[in-house]
């Protein structure tokens, strides 16, 4: 399988840096759009009610036609997006939520990631509730067509108790976040087989319907794992569907006979779930 990253690295020598510099805080529901020939990118604040633990921020990225951007784990090949929040104020913490992803399949493989417009939900727990959080955001992405450009942006937000819009895309990308469940309500089990082969076969059984649309990504132990993506496979009984993948990608030194957890996304129409299980 294409490594994470071949087609960035080619892309970088031919395309150069797109290089994004954001602009000032704003007291607004969102910040300026910071543009450029492929791609826009934003902070929004969603509706933050009195009380609650976090505030609802998100980051929102806008593609022209044809271009797309990456998951949390790219696929075959591409490079997942990375924040940083260093510097913002009055910040304790400020975790961002991937909105369930697609497959898009071309000569060089098969990519995971978000066409058209995307908002990634943003919790911000800040340190001291009954003040402002001025969230400031360095995000390195990559927006791809035939070729990919990278992308760095800086952009700042002030989110308070009273800001804040009924925001509802921001809902809806909330939504569309995978719900986590146990291996036994999700009905997926995984097991190896041909345990014999240096690269051994992962089998997949899920609950669902015969004919229904169904996608499924699985992730390793850590951000070094690059599994491939799991394809369909025949012999599955009624209600069940069946996949399988090599345990390929694997950082050097981890025995791919070994014992370790997998993080199955399973995207059934507008549900999405997350399942973590143990490969023994």
Known sequence: MEKI???????????????????????????????????????IAGVNKSGAESLGAGIEIKMQPGWHTYWRYPGDSGVPPRF??????????????????HAFTDEAGTTIGYKGNVILPVSVVPRQKDKPVTLRAKIDYAVCEKLCVPAEARLELTLDRTSGADNAALAAAEARVPQPVSAAEAGLTARRANDDKRKPLVFVDLAADTGQQV?????????????????????????????????DGLPPGVDPKGAFELTFTIV???????VKTHLD
């Open 5 to 43: 990253g071949n087609r960035i690295h080619v892309t970088v020598a031919a395309c150069g840096l797109a290089l994004l510099l954001g602009a000032p805080a704003h007291a607004a529901d969102a910040s300026p759009w910071v543009e450029d020939n492929y791609s826009g990118i934003r902070l």
């Open 84 to 101: 940083s929040f260093a510097g913002s104020d009055n910040l304790a913490s400020a975790t961002v939520l991937f909105p369930a992803p």
């Open 215 to 247: 996608a499924l990504f699985v992730e390793g132990p850590t951000a070094e794992w690059a599994l491939p993506i799991p394809k369909p496979a025949q012999g599955a009984p009624p209600g069940h569907q069946h996949f399988g993948f090599e345990l």
């Open 268 to 274: 059934k129409g507008a549900r999405a779930t997350e």
